[in-house]
């Protein structure tokens, strides 16, 4: 892309995006573990990073950015919709940052400017 667009941002995540969290981390974990890493994402406070360190530590390979198709995402951002933040566990073995809800918002807004200070809620 050329031209960086300026990005709106929601003040907190939808309740959709931490129900998506959890379906998410249910995949992955038992679901009383889900539940809990979705009920502290809900308390914990915003805070941003830029897209690409948050990309680096969830050890997201380019061609992998690359093969999703987040052209909705893209679509919402040059409509200057306002974007929901992103939801993002750490392993507590240190092992990759996990996205649980916003990938797709990750990969558009990493193309549109890798700096970007992106908001969301870690836990």
């Known amino acids: 892309m050329d031209k960086k667009k300026k990005i709106r941002w929601q003040p907190e995540p939808a309740g959709k995006d931490y ?4 379906t998410f981390l249910q995949l992955l974990y038992k ?3 889900a539940r809990r890493w979705a009920r502290k994402l809900r308390q914990v406070d ?3 990073y830029a897209a690409k360190d948050i990309l680096r530590a969830s050890c ?3 061609s992998e950015i690359q093969a999703f198709d987040w052209r909705k995402q893209q679509k ?4 200057g919709k306002p974007l929901s933040p ?15 809800d916003g990938f797709h918002r990750m990969c558009a807004l990493f193309a549109n400017d890798q700096e970007i200070k992106v908001p969301c809620k870690i836990v």
């Open 19 to 22: 129900d998506a969290a959890e």
């Open 31 to 33: 679901p009383k573990k």
């Open 46 to 48: 915003m805070t941003e």
């Open 60 to 62: 997201t390979p380019m």
């Open 76 to 79: 919402e951002i040059d409509e």
């Open 86 to 100: 992103i939801l993002m566990v750490k392993q507590d073995n240190g092992e990759r940052l996990i996205i649980v």
